[in-house]
């Protein structure tokens, strides 16, 4: 079965500076990967995803994805973080053979400081 | 959110009753799903469904039950065999449940945190 791990619980940055939220993943077969961002008491909002192509993914406000087959990993990237991007993020990996098996990280909690 | 909506924000329950959480959806999507979320667990999936008058278990269904009599809408019941359903409870849906939709998004809810007094 298919499963991800987000190694770090928190992590820290200050604002203006690069930030990485890092995501490994096992998956038999190709890999659908998703990023996913809630802020408190909300909902999950889509960032982005990887299903084939280009293992750089840009997503919605300023949030880029590498997917690296040989290391089985999907980081999530910014260049230059914002207060406003302190929230909790989820990556995620479909089943490939069940579209209805998408399997969540424990999420990492992201604190840009002023 | 998108056109995910859930209700109500806020539910509390007393031992040994039954409450209904609602999802809607206006997206047109065939698939429907709900998740628990516990802090620190990330998110658990409950029951799902692909199509109308058609659902299957996820990995945690016991105490909980479903219905799907109309494509937008896939209320959960949280029943009183639920022995520890204090959580944070997310709708999402998709396009397809079929093999054909493995790149399609989950579009989430805004969510459900259901309290036990």
């Known amino acids: 079965a298919q499963s991800v791990a987000q190694p770090e619980d928190q992590v820290n940055v200050a604002e203006g500076n690069p930030l990485t939220v890092k995501c490994t993943y096992s998956v038999s077969g190709n890999p659908y990967l998703f990023w996913y961002v809630q802020y408190p008491n909300r909902g999950l909002q889509f960032l982005l995803k990887?299903?084939?192509?280009?293992?750089l993914v840009k997503g919605s406000y300023g949030f880029e994805a590498e997917f690296n087959k040989s290391q089985t990993s999907f980081h999530l990237k910014k260049p230059s973080a914002l207060v406003s991007d302190s929230a909790l993020y989820f990556c995620a990996v479909r089943d490939p053979d069940n579209n209805n098996d998408m399997r969540f990280g424990a999420g990492t909690r992201l604190t840009v400081k002023p | 959110d998108g056109g995910i909506t859930q209700s109500p924000k806020y539910l509390f329950r007393k031992e040994g009753q039954n409450v209904t959480l609602s999802c809607e959806q206006n997206?047109?999507?065939?698939?429907m799903y709900w998740y628990r979320q516990d802090p620190g667990q990330g998110l658990r999936l409950i029951y799902y469904s692909q199509i109308v008058n058609d659902f299957q278990k996820g990995d945690i269904a016991e105490g909980y039950s479903v219905s799907r009599e109309k494509k937008e809408s896939f209320p959960l019941t949280v029943t009183s065999a639920q022995k520890n359903p204090t959580a944070f409870y997310l709708c999402?849906?998709?396009?397809?449940?079929?093999?054909?939709?493995?790149?399609?998004?989950?579009?989430f809810g805004p969510g459900t945190r259901l309290t036990v007094l």
């Open positions: 997206l047109n999507h065939d698939a």
């Open positions: 990887y299903i084939t192509g280009d293992n």
């Open positions: 999402a849906s998709s396009r397809t449940g079929t093999s054909g939709g493995r790149a399609d998004t989950q579009y």
